[in-house]
């Protein structure tokens, strides 16, 4: 399973990013909370590919997408959180004007 060819896309309609691997759909779901931030909320990753790093692709797609569009989050969903700890460089696209608990 190669997750460098699995491409990262924002469906605005669905409020979510998705990526197919293997033909399996993974998610994170955000709400637009302004125009220039996204509230992270669920990261769904197909059961079959739990533990194979396919989150974690997810995640950082999602921030690298978050941070070529010149976007900040707020990081509600717990993957994503402990993801952000254990890559405290991606903090730099945490949004500084809302908290967690301000939801």
Same mark, same amino acid.
């Given at each position: 399973?190669?997750?460098?060819?699995?491409?990262?896309?924002?469906?605005?309609?669905?409020?979510?990013? *998705?990526? =197919?691997?293997? #033909?399996?759909?993974?998610?994170? +779901?955000?709400?637009?909370?302004?125009?220039?931030?996204?509230?992270? @909320?669920?990261?769904?990753?197909?059961?079959?590919? *739990?533990? =194979?790093?396919? #989150?974690?692709?997810?995640?950082? +797609?999602?921030?690298?997408?978050?941070?070529?569009?010149?976007?900040? @989050?707020?990081?509600?969903?717990?993957?994503?959180?402990?993801?952000?700890?254990?890559?405290?460089?991606?903090?730099?696209?945490?949004?500084?004007?809302?908290?967690?608990?301000?939801?």
């Amino acid at each position: 399973m190669d997750l460098t060819d699995a491409p990262v896309r924002d469906n605005r309609h669905r409020n979510r990013f *998705e990526m =197919k691997i293997d #033909g399996k759909l993974s998610t994170v +779901a955000y709400q637009k909370v302004d125009d220039e931030t996204l509230a992270i @909320i669920h990261t769904q990753v197909d059961s079959s590919l *739990e533990g =194979k790093g396919v #989150g974690s692709h997810l995640v950082e +797609a999602v921030l690298t997408y978050i941070e070529q569009n010149n976007l900040k @989050i707020v990081p509600l969903c717990p993957f994503v959180t402990v993801y952000l700890k254990r890559h405290p460089d991606w903090n730099r696209v945490v949004s500084t004007a809302y908290k967690p608990s301000d939801f």
